[in-house]
């Protein structure tokens, strides 16, 4: 039984070691190690029917452990600056504001006031418009992946099409100087996630934006902070980040 259990331990020690070392763990990655662990549980209990005892200082600090990475994920959560950039948001989009989003700040039109109503940006339907307070310009994602597939898949241009099928081809336009002042939204909120994207015309537009080159100033700028290396996850999807809302210069 003992062989057994250093035999299976080590491999969980081993696989840990490895695969949990990745900065982001899906589940299916740790299903492989779970028959080694039931291996392990028929001598771990036997020692511990033999010496109730051990099982304070194996569990103790297991639970120690896992209930601070606890509180830590929920104060993660609780302190994402997207929530304070709604408030903002609620405080400061009064009626007839026209707004301008990147697709990855949050839907505003999901606010309980004032009432907003999204648009693409591309091709805005005013119609929807007569009920709203507050106009919401969405502004698509940009993430390169059909030209990608295109440039890698080339000699088989299906591929290329398929993916902008299913996922759109952005019209880079969208994404000047010149195209935004004829937007002229009186105020713009821009998602990290956004601007990481591998097309040069959009990584200039955004950065031009947050650097003050446009006629927009910022007004809330937030972002995730890291937590502390030794508490798990290190990642949570699509927490981290930094959120940035601007508004239109006086007189601009």
């Given amino acids: 039984a003992a062989i057994c259990f250093a035999l299976a331990a080590s491999l969980v020690l081993f696989y840990y070691a490895k695969i949990g070392s990745f900065p982001n763990m899906q589940t299916r990655f740790a299903l492989p190690v779970v028959p080694f662990l039931i291996l392990m549980a028929g001598p771990f209990f036997q020692v511990v029917l033999e010496n109730p005892k051990w099982i304070y200082p194996i569990l103790v600090p ?23 950039a ?12 026209v707004m301008e989003s990147s697709a990855g700040a949050p839907h505003w039109e999901k606010l309980p006031h004032p009432k907003i109503v999204e648009l693409d940006a591309a091709k805005p339907n005013w119609n929807k418009t007569r009920a709203a307070e507050v106009i919401d310009l969405r502004v698509p994602h940009a993430n390169g992946r059909a030209q990608l597939f295109a440039k890698i898949f080339a000699n088989k241009p299906w591929i290329g099409e398929e993916a902008k099928r299913f996922e759109g081809d952005p019209d880079e336009n969208l994404f000047t100087r010149d195209a935004l002042l004829k937007r002229n939204p009186q105020i713009v909120s821009v998602y ?49 980040g930094r959120i940035t809302i601007l508004m239109r210069r006086p007189g601009a």
Avoid at 62 to 84: A, H, M, P, Q, W
Avoid at 220 to 238: L, N
Wanted: proline share 6%; hydrophobic share 30%; charged share 25%.
């Fill in 62 to 84: 297991l639970l120690l452990y896992n209930s601070i990475c606890c509180f830590f994920v929920g104060k993660r959560f609780s302190e994402d600056l997207r929530s304070d």
């Fill in 86 to 97: 709604q408030l903002w948001i609620q405080n400061h989009a009064v009626g007839g504001t």
């Fill in 192 to 240: 990290s996630s956004d601007y990481g994207v591998p097309s040069i015309t959009v990584k200039n537009y955004y950065s031009d934006l947050l650097e003050g080159k446009f006629p927009y100033d910022t007004v809330f700028d937030g972002e995730t902070q890291d937590p502390p290396r030794w508490v798990y996850p290190r990642e949570i999807d699509f927490l981290r």
